[in-house]
Nanobody
Framework: QVQLVESGGGLVQAGGSLRLSCAAS????????MGWFRQAPGKQRELVAT???????NYKDSVKGRFTISRDNAKNTVYLQMNSLKPEDSGVYYC????????WGQGTQVTVSS
């Protein structure tokens, strides 16, 4: 069983920054990919960013140039640096671990005020 614990969410003004962390209970060295997703009220969960074992990254178009996903294999932790935040970035951010099965964290709330 893989446990994921997200942290770093909060309330920030538009234009501000936050860094989310996702700590896994197991090694993430050989996981297929780690990713961040978000869900706003009344909307479906959407992909924000992923990072593969190779280090290849993928971003939602609207966050390109503002968000950066990274990983620290020694700490079994994935990060999401979010800069120039906009109100539409608000939502619950979830970490996903994708291997033979997928696992999700409990989510962390991000609220961007205008």
């Amino acid at each position: 069983q893989v446990q994921l614990v997200e942290s770093g969410g909060g309330l920030v003004q538009a234009g501000g920054s936050l860094r989310l962390s996702c700590a896994a209970s197991v090694s993430i060295i050989r996981v297929n990919s780690m990713g961040w997703f978000r869900q706003a009220p009344g909307k479906q969960r959407e992909l924000v960013a992923t990072i593969a074992t190779s280090g290849t990254t993928n971003y939602k178009d609207s966050v390109k140039g503002r968000f950066t996903i990274s990983r620290d294999n020694a700490k079994n932790t994935v990060y999401l640096q979010m800069n120039s935040l906009k109100p539409e970035d608000s939502g619950v951010y979830y970490c996903r671990y994708l291997a033979a099965f997928e696992y999700w964290g409990q989510g962390t709330q991000v609220t961007v005020s205008s």
